[in-house]
């Protein structure tokens, strides 16, 4: 009897913690990727929109710098930096954009200037366009000494149906540990920034 019940209440203490994990495991949709020397993140839940329109929204280059407080712009190019006639990110062309780190303040439109002290520019290639998926992944171009990755995803929250967008990028290589520390905070904020102006730009009315 007592074995019996022994053997019951640690069945019941394993079936306890995986229940723990499951709910301390923040449901992602991010892909996993190998960890860095450290990364920037941000998720948020957007509600009176859905994944179409929000997939729109990231896609969309041109509009940008309607809500884009962290990414002002990002002009699709060639190889050559010949800007495309398509400005929708396409797997394995190339990027220029221009961030501000931190990012502006909030809202932003087309007509808010750039804090010179904040504007940086970098040249990525678009390594991940998945629809089907939700995802996006761009990385500044090949470089010795620092590699980096950015992830968007997209999903819905089954539970209360809002869409959660969610962004990571991973820190790697040399110069990696000297970038958290000079930017490593002004990034996070920028990241926040830009999860927070796409929420307000697609609960604001927006129409694809
Ligand atoms: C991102 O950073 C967090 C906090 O430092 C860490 O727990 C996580 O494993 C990192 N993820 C990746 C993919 O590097
Ligand atoms: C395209 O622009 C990037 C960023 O300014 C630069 O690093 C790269 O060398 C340019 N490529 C060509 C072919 O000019
Ligand atoms: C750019 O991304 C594509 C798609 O993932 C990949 O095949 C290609 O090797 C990448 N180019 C560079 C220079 O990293
Ligand atoms: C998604 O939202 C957009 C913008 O509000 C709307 O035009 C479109 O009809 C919606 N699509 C679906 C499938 O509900």
């Avoid at 179409?52 to 930096?81: E, G, Q």
């Avoid at 007509?111 to 990385?139: I, M």
Wanted: proline share 8%; net charge negative.
């Amino acid at each position: 009897m007592n074995l019996v019940l022994q053997s019951l209440s640690r069945a019941s203490v394993c079936w306890l913690l995986i229940a723990v994990t499951r709910v301390l495991a923040q449901y992602t949709n991010l892909p996993d990727v190998a960890p860095g020397v450290f990364n920037v993140s941000a998720r948020i839940e957007i509600e009176h929109t859905n994944i179409s329109a929000a997939w729109d929204a990231l896609t969309d280059f041109p509009a940008y710098p309607k809500w884009n407080p962290f990414v002002r712009s990002s002009i699709a190019v060639d190889v050559a930096n010949i800007s495309l006639p398509s400005q929708r990110p396409v797997e394995n062309t190339q990027l220029l954009l221009r961030v501000q780190i931190p990012a502006l303040p909030l809202p932003v439109n087309e007509y808010t200037p750039d804090n010179p002290l904040a504007t940086q520019f970098s040249y990525e290639n678009v390594t991940h366009v998945q629809p089907e998926l939700g995802r996006l992944a761009w990385e500044a171009y090949p470089n010795p000494i620092i590699t980096a990755e950015r992830w968007q995803a997209l999903s819905v929250n089954k539970q209360n149906g809002r869409v959660l967008y969610e962004s990571r990028e991973v820190f790697s290589g040399p110069a990696a540990a000297l970038t958290q520390q000079l930017l490593g905070e002004k990034l996070q904020k920028s990241f926040d920034a830009q999860a927070q102006g796409l929420k307000m730009w697609l609960e604001g009315g927006y129409q694809p």
